[in-house]
């Protein structure tokens, strides 16, 4: 912390000043982390700083500084857009994972309903089978041929149609 024979704070040793008992970047921005301070400092200004946490009180200046080091760092990533941009990209994902659960949720739904759509029916496609055996003498298994169309629980709507999540 500032004076009293410890080492300066970070903004003090950055800046090249001595640290004062009464410096306002010491509790905030200790020695052994100068990175925190070096890049609010190139972001906002020592100046700037110093003011905004004077105007705080002190119960709420770590938040402030936790939330400068945030933007800071955000705007070192992305200068136009900062944290901005941030929260607009994790915006648009949270936005396409909802749709893709709609979609998921909606695929699950169809796949309910053509298995109970499906279960009175197999009662009459068992009637439309036929036994008939191969006249292979290598497999000797009786096969089922089923002439009802394969295809009758399936929605044939093409706007209805989207592509599976899961492939």
Same mark, same amino acid.
């Given at each position: 912390m500032g004076g009293s024979g410890s080492s300066p704070c970070a903004s003090c040793k950055l800046l090249r000043r001595r640290c004062a008992?009464?410096? @306002?970047? /010491?509790?905030?921005?200790?020695?052994?982390?100068?990175?925190?301070?070096a890049i609010v400092h190139k972001v906002f200004g020592a100046s700037n700083v110093s003011k905004m946490l004077q105007e705080l009180p002190v119960h709420q200046r770590v938040d402030a500084v936790s939330s400068l080091v945030y933007e800071a760092n955000a705007r070192v990533r992305d200068p136009v857009y900062g944290c901005v941009g941030a929260i607009s990209y994790l915006q648009n994902q949270v936005s396409q994972l909802?749709?893709? %659960? /709609?979609?998921? =949720?909606?695929? @699950? %739904?169809? @796949? =309910?309903?053509?298995?109970?759509? /499906?279960l009175p029916t197999q009662i009459e496609q068992d009637d439309k089978s036929f036994l008939v055996s191969t006249n292979n003498l290598d497999n000797n298994v009786p096969q089922y041929l089923n002439f009802a169309s394969s295809s009758s629980n399936v929605i044939q709507d093409p706007a209805l149609k989207r592509e599976s999540l899961w492939t």
């Open positions: 008992k009464e410096c @306002i970047f /010491a509790p905030y921005f200790p020695s052994d982390d100068p990175h925190k301070f909802q749709m893709q %659960l /709609a979609v998921a =949720q909606t695929e @699950i %739904l169809c @796949i =309910q309903m053509q298995q109970e759509s /499906a």
